[in-house]
């Protein structure tokens, strides 16, 4: 058989095929019914063309010993077979697709569309339909979008523009990510654009001008985008423009325009803005280019060791957050400096992106929630207890977790959490919730069955668990209770009931880490750091210490015109001290930092100006106490009374060590109501005295013995 004879093969055929070579072996007709929600009969018929297209390969399609499905043949002939499917396109469409094209047509739409064209646009029956509109339905009411059904009237979507483009772009990354990231990473410089559409929407030439504007823009930014990140920027900046083009505008009370329009984002995307105009002739309002640059301070990456700390607040609950998932954990990370160098780089944007609701799409979240059960747990509960004004998807819990798995190089977590079932119902229901069990709480390893008779004769401190389909009488056993057949509010009691006991559990051993990693973590473990670099990085420490400590200076002015003129005299004290080389440059640096966000800390009356730069010879810290407020905007955005003006300046390049030094300065400052007043105080001595405190801290547990 030739390939021309298997041109025509369908979606769920193709999907098949690829889902074979990617996890050879590992599937089997069930998990991949389950994978494709079909039934296995469906599965087992698609096989029988599966086979027919491998055979035109020389191919087979085989079973290992556990069911697994195996494609066989030489490495030539699954090659050439992957570069055809690469290439081919499916005779049919999937489900998903089916709703993507059901939710363009909508969008598309200011007015209802009948049931039934829409059904005979899609070649599908108005019952399936129904099933379609009810998955948009409960897809759209995350982003604020309301998908009406009217009888005899038809379907429309009812949402502002701004919402509309939201949730477009979050459905193709969601579902067609990998089909983005091949299309965009196919494209050549050379190759003349096409017209062609990608996934029936995205006009190709537009995409590439796009790619090529915004990667010369953010490059000359000096900008980092991890690839998601920037392939959602392209989306979103694409579907703007498409849409503009079609004629629908955003509003401009969508977007907050006054809050925008002086940030480095809004000038950065302006600039886009007009390369677009001249190269796609589409023209961008002030609220389309607003409404991307939340888009680019949302998935903005700064590189960890460049972040600023602008957020003490943030940078505050995150430091509790690590000591939270320490103790659930039984290991020690207070001392990981580059954990919390990379959780405050990433959480500023994460956390912009969720109060936005710009949506966010993590491709490892399952297999991460898979592997680490348990430090999913410590951190989601963690993240609750210190950020209790935000709700963290499981996606961004995902990210956070990573940080910790790399921190703990963490290579597969080994459970061995043991619950005792109690089912008085009989053995086949007790047998059957016990396998549910395990199903679906993955992180129980072994269950016991037995019924309340027999629980009194049991140990029962060698269980970790105890789940009951009855009230038990007694008193000192702590159970979760449950219907027999398990309902998803039963599977949540289960995992909360393991998350709020967790410090226990992984007290008893039931969880380890990295093969039998120590369960005490220091910055200096015994025979790991050569001698002369532990020797050097004491040098470090004791230096910049020293130079914080020499350069306070904490002194009571006048107001000048307005705060700018106030921070150049700060800075001018600075040069006549020799500690500053170009008081100019340094303070235009400043400036150019508040302008991309307040700098004023929220519930206090101070405000951190801060920078790195060549022109600054030594670290110092030096606080201003103004006669009267200034009014400044706050790193929430919010204007605030300034009573205190805090300015800590550093050489541009700095070591780790270095770096954590500053850092601590920053976040001692918001440590508690008391180090709020001392800061606040304008009281050199006592604000020296707790200086010195928080370093001998540092340095206590910085070189502690292990």
Not at 327 to 340: A, I, K, R
Not at 357 to 364: A, C, I, Q, V
Not at 498 to 522: A, S
Not at 565 to 584: K, Q
Request: glycine residues 4%; contains cysteine.
């Amino acid at each position: 058989m030739k390939w021309a004879d298997v041109m025509y093969i369908t979606g769920r055929e193709k999907a098949i095929l690829e889902l074979v070579i990617k996890t050879s072996g590992k599937h089997t007709p069930l998990s991949i019914a389950t994978f494709l929600h079909v039934s296995v009969r469906t599965i087992h018929r698609d096989l029988k063309n599966a086979e027919k297209i491998l055979d035109g390969f020389d191919l087979q399609l085989n079973k290992s010993e556990d069911n697994g499905l195996v494609i066989t043949g030489s490495d030539g002939d699954i090659f050439r077979l992957i570069q055809h499917l690469v290439k081919i396109k499916p005779t049919d469409i999937s489900i998903e697709q089916r709703k993507l094209l059901l939710l363009i047509r909508l969008l598309d739409e200011e007015e209802p569309v009948k049931l039934i064209a829409l059904a005979h646009e899609l070649n599908v029956s108005v019952t399936t339909l129904g099933t379609y509109l009810d998955d948009l339905t409960d897809w759209l009411n995350n982003f604020a979008v309301q998908l009406l059904r009217k009888r005899g009237v038809g379907v429309e979507i009812i949402a502002p523009e701004s919402a509309k483009r939201k949730a477009l772009g979050s459905y193709f990354l969601m579902y067609f990510n990998e089909e983005l990231i091949e299309n965009l990473f196919l494209f050549s410089d050379d190759a003349m654009p096409s017209d062609d559409l990608i996934l029936s929407y995205f006009k190709q030439r537009y995409l590439q001008v796009i790619d090529k504007v915004v990667n010369a823009k953010i490059v000359s930014a000096h900008s980092n985008l991890a690839d998601s990140d920037y392939v959602g920027f392209l989306v979103q900046v694409c579907i703007s423009l498409q849409r503009i083009e079609k004629g629908f505008s955003l509003l401009p009370d969508e977007v907050a325009l006054d809050y925008l329009v002086d940030t480095g984002n809004y000038r950065l995307v302006e600039e886009m803005a007009a390369d677009f105009s001249e190269k796609l002739n589409i023209a961008m309002e002030k609220p389309d280019i607003g409404f991307l640059a939340l888009y680019l301070k949302g998935s903005k990456l700064q590189r960890a060791e460049e972040a600023y700390y602008d957020s003490v607040i943030t940078g505050r609950a995150l430091k509790r957050v690590i000591q939270h998932v320490s103790l659930q954990l039984n290991v020690d990370l207070t001392s990981d400096f580059s954990l919390f160098q990379g959780l405050i780089a990433h959480m500023e944007p994460s956390i912009f992106r969720i109060r936005q609701k710009l949506g966010s799409y993590n491709p490892l979240t399952e297999e991460i929630k898979k592997s680490y059960p348990v430090l999913f747990m410590a951190v989601s509960n963690s993240l609750e207890k210190e950020f209790k004004d935000i709700s963290f998807p499981d996606d961004e819990i995902a990210y956070i977790v990573l940080h910790f798995g790399s921190a703990l190089e963490l290579r597969k977590e080994d459970i061995s959490i043991k619950a005792l079932v109690v089912c008085p119902t009989g053995i086949g229901a007790s047998k059957m919730l016990a396998s549910r069990i395990k199903k679906e709480v993955g992180e129980i390893k072994s269950i016991d069955i037995s019924s309340i008779k027999e629980m009194q004769k049991l140990n029962m401190e060698s269980y970790d668990i105890v789940i009951s389909t009855v009230r038990l009488p007694f008193a000192n056993i702590d159970y979760v209770y449950v219907n027999p057949l398990l309902s998803e509010k039963d599977i949540e009691a289960i995992h909360d009931y393991l998350g709020t006991n967790l410090r226990d559990l992984t007290r008893k051993g039931h969880f380890k880490i990295n093969n039998g990693m120590t369960n005490k973590l220091t910055a200096y473990p015994v025979n790991v750091m050569p001698l002369e670099q532990f020797m050097d990085d004491v040098d470090d420490v004791q230096s910049s210490i020293r130079s914080v400590l020499d350069h306070l200076h904490v002194y009571h002015t006048r107001n000048g015109e307005d705060y700018r003129s106030l921070l150049t005299s700060m800075v001018s004290i600075c040069f006549n001290w020799g500690l500053v080389t170009d008081a100019e440059t340094v303070v235009m640096q400043l400036l150019a930092r508040e302008a991309q966000g307040g700098l004023g800390i929220p519930g206090t009356s101070m405000a951190l100006f801060h920078c790195r730069h060549k022109a600054v010879k030594d670290m110092l810290f030096h606080i201003a106490h103004l006669e009267k407020p200034y009014m400044l905007k706050g790193m929430d955005g919010e204007q605030m009374e300034v009573r205190n003006m805090l300015l800590i300046l550093a050489p541009e390049y700095l070591n780790p060590i270095q770096l954590e030094i500053v850092s601590l300065i920053s976040t001692i400052i918001v440590e508690d109501d008391e180090t709020l007043m001392i800061f606040s105080s304008a009281n050199e001595k006592m604000i020296r005295k707790k200086l010195e405190e928080a370093f001998f801290n540092f340095l206590q547990n910085k070189f502690k013995k292990e």
